[in-house]
């Protein structure tokens, strides 16, 4: 009887180590992507916005209603982009613990079923 709690104990163990090494995996990923990300957002914001004060001042005596209409077309159509662009990126994504999800299926499986 002992030897089957030493056997769980470091089962449980080994286990725990696993998941522990995902979660701080997974956290390193998620933060340099956010970051990455936050900091490609800024840049591209200030151009577009600089673009976009440009065009209107290019056109500000004959079209700025125009210029400002498309600019405005543009910005909402760069928005949606970027919205369907995420809803990609975050339906492709790999199932977060998935070696440790594995594994504790196995351990179940072993011990309702043991060969």
């Given at each position: ?56 001042a290019l ?33 492709a ?13 196995q ?9």
């Open positions: 009887m002992w030897r089957l709690g030493l056997t769980l104990r470091e089962t449980l163990g080994v286990r725990l180590a696993l998941f522990a090494a995902e979660l701080d995996g997974e956290l390193r990923v998620r933060r340099r992507l956010w970051f990455t990300a936050a900091v490609a957002a800024a840049v591209v914001y200030t151009a577009i916005l600089l673009l976009t004060a440009l065009v209107v056109f500000w005596e004959t079209l700025r209603i125009a210029a400002l209409g498309s600019l405005a077309a543009f910005h909402l159509a760069c928005g949606i982009g970027v919205m369907l662009l995420y809803r990609v990126l975050v339906a994504r790999p199932v977060p613990f998935e070696a440790t999800l594995w594994e504790l299926r351990d179940a499986a072993r011990m309702l079923w043991p060969t």
